[in-house]
T-cell receptor, first 118, second 113 residues
């Protein structure tokens, strides 16, 4: 079974600064997907960024980028120019590769609470 | 495009009572998931439907939890009887028949007293 570990229960950063959230995972699969989701107090999980394991290039979405180290099974999220609206819980998640309609639910870490200081 | 709709938003019940949650996925999404998120933890998959068939219910406590997805659209998740440890947020998500992204609803916060 796959596991996802987020070792930082809480992180704090000054507005406009850069912060990196850590995530490690364990799997025996060679092809899979990794995600970062944001969960504000409204509780709705919002996709921030995704990475396909077969792609060596790190994914980037505006101020959000990842550092994907497949051999080390590490998947960190970097948020540049932090904004007050970035404050939320951030979850790292793993999903097996497409299996033709088979089981492909997400496995989540415990989350990191990100605080943005004005 | 309308998102995933869930109701109710909040529910408080006494232990041993029963409760049901409803989810309406995004139109056309064949895959529907129910997750349980206990306070301070990440969501845990309870059950996955592909159209109206169950794909994965390995983590569903079948002695008290049940779920159905009639006609491959809406879904209900039921707990009977509820225990204190069932207090959590229940999230519904849906996706096209694709591995890339699941869209989540706002969840139902259940408190069992």
């Amino acid at each position: 079974a796959q596991t996802v570990t987020q070792s930082q229960p809480e992180m704090s950063v000054q507005e406009a600064e850069t912060v990196t959230l850590s995530c490690t995972y364990d799997t025996s699969e060679s092809d899979y997907y990794l995600f970062w989701y944001k969960q504000p107090p409204s509780r709705q999980m919002i996709l921030v960024i995704r990475q396909e394991a077969y792609k060596q290039q790190n994914a980037t979405e505006n101020r959000f980028s990842v550092n994907f180290q497949k051999a080390a099974k590490s998947f960190s999220l970097k948020i540049s120019d932090s904004q007050l609206g970035d404050a939320a819980m951030y979850f790292c998640a793993y999903r097996t590769s497409y299996s033709g309609g088979g089981a492909d639910g997400l496995t989540f870490g415990k989350g990191t609470h990100l605080i943005i200081q004005p | 495009e309308a998102g995933v709709a869930q109701s109710p938003r909040y529910k408080i019940i006494e232990k041993r009572q029963s409760v049901a949650f409803w989810c309406n996925p995004i139109s056309g999404h064949a895959t529907l998931y129910w997750y349980q998120q206990i306070l301070g933890q990440g969501p845990k998959l309870l059950i996955q439907f592909q159209n109206n068939g169950v794909v994965d219910d390995s983590q569903l406590p079948k002695d008290r939890f049940s779920a159905e997805r009639l006609k491959g659209v809406d879904s209900t998740l039921k707990i009977q009887p509820a225990k204190l440890e069932d207090s959590a947020v229940y999230l519904c998500a849906s996706s096209l028949d694709s591995p890339t992204e699941a869209f989540f609803g706002q969840g139902t916060r259940l408190t069992v007293v």
